[in-house]
Antibody, heavy 124, light 107 residues
Framework: QLQLQESGPGLVKPSETLSLTCTVS??????????WGWIRQSPGKGLEWIGS???????YYGPSLKSRVSISVGTSKNQFSLKLTSVTAADTALYYC????????????????WGQGFLVTVTS | EIVMTQSPATLSVSPGERATLSCRAS??????LAWYQQKPGQAPRLLIY???TRATGIPARFSGSGSGTEFTLTISSLQSEDFAVYYC?????????FGQGTKVEIK
């Protein structure tokens, strides 16, 4: 059974960079051509797709955070990561990592497997 | 960006009754529409994709319909475990946007 687990600092200071890692177990990131994504959830904005990465390293970002986001895959540790620069209080949210339901690019943001979520608070 | 609007925000239903949730897209998304269920403290769970196809393990009491800009999720006979928040999501052209959710609560 595929499982995903987010990890990283739970507190980040304003203007700094938020860095999260998603560790995948139960299958290799290299198996198949799925897309691995990050989604966040906050009371003010609901669920927001941040971006996704394929196992070949191709990236796709949502428009609202595109200028501040970087997602990469680290195949040697079966992990992928999220970096969000210049954070503000508005970036406080529950961050989820997830895997797409299919390998087709048109289904890259259809998520079948999700991590449990990781709360990141931006505060000085 | 395609905006997804769900209605109502809250739906009060008695166990055993039918629940009908609506989702509207600001422009056509064809059939690239999914529904997720989220319970407190849990991640969203994929229920329906392709507007009407149930995901693996999803009971038949959940059904989806619609295409273009108007979509519906129907829960034919609400069970106690179905009281949750439901989100629609479009994934047209690989960009995904979610609705604000409909909370289904016990009447």
């Amino acid at each position: 059974q595929l499982q995903l687990q987010e990890s990283g600092p739970g507190l980040v200071k304003p203007s700094e960079t938020l860095s999260l890692t998603c560790t995948v177990s139960g299958a290799s990131i290299n198996s198949g051509f799925y897309f691995w994504g990050w989604i966040r959830q906050s009371p003010g904005k609901g669920l927001e797709w941040i971006g996704s990465v394929s196992n070949s390293g191709s990236t796709y970002y949502g428009p609202s955070l595109k200028s501040r986001v970087s997602i990469s895959v680290g195949t040697s540790k079966n992990q992928f990561s999220l970096k969000l620069t210049s954070v503000t209080a508005a970036d406080t949210a529950l961050y989820y990592c997830a895997r797409s339901a299919d390998t087709a690019i048109l289904l890259a943001t259809l998520f079948e497997y999700w991590g449990q979520g990781f709360l990141v608070t931006v505060t000085s | 960006e395609i905006v997804m609007t769900q209605s109502p925000a809250t739906l009060s239903v008695s166990p055993g009754e039918r629940a009908t949730l609506s989702c509207r897209a600001s422009q056509s998304v064809s059939s690239s529409l999914a529904w997720y269920q989220q319970k407190p403290g849990q991640a969203p769970r994929l229920l329906i994709y392709g507007a009407s196809t149930r995901a693996t393990g999803i009971p038949a009491r959940f059904s989806g319909s619609g295409s273009g800009t108007e979509f519906t999720l129907t829960i034919s006979s609400l069970q106690s475990e179905d009281f949750a928040v439901y989100y629609c999501q479009q994934y047209n052209n690989w960009r995904g946007t979610f609705g604000q959710g409909t909370k289904v609560e016990i009447k």
